[in-house]
């Protein structure tokens, strides 16, 4: 039994950090170095052209932030339950204001679907089962 809750606790440590690397990439890479411009025009069609450069370079700093949040493994019930919620408000209003922006459109909400499901998975199943087995 000790074995499973060790195996458990590699797969959560492992999801947990290839989590906070999505968070970080889309942060970092997308929105901070603007290595997808894409980011930056969906940001300024919902929020408009004016502060679209500084609204995208703030919500980076936030995905950033995100992702050291994770590392951190502080309030990782908060933390999930928080990227739950942006991932799905972010995803819908997209889906619903800027679909053509989207790397895959519409079907952009499926890969949403899928990380929240990992990240619901992660904390919700594997981490209580780590705790559970520790």
Request: proline share 1%; with cysteine; glycine share 4%.
């Amino acid at each position: 039994m000790k074995a499973f809750g060790m195996y458990n606790s590699k797969s959560h440590r492992f999801l947990s950090y290839s989590i906070a690397v999505v968070w970080l990439i889309n942060g970092a890479y997308c929105k901070l170095f603007n290595f997808v411009p894409r980011h930056q025009e969906i940001v300024s069609r919902i929020l408009g052209d004016e502060h679209a450069f500084l609204f995208t370079k703030s919500i980076g700093i936030c995905e950033v932030s995100m992702a050291l949040w994770i590392i951190s493994s502080k309030y990782t019930r908060i933390s999930a339950i928080t990227q739950i919620s942006v991932v799905t408000a972010m995803n819908i209003l997209e889906y619903i204001l800027v679909p053509d922006l989207l790397l895959w459109g519409k079907a952009n909400a499926l890969f949403a679907f899928a990380f929240v499901l990992v990240v619901y998975f992660n904390e919700f199943r594997l981490g209580k089962r780590q705790s559970t087995n520790s």
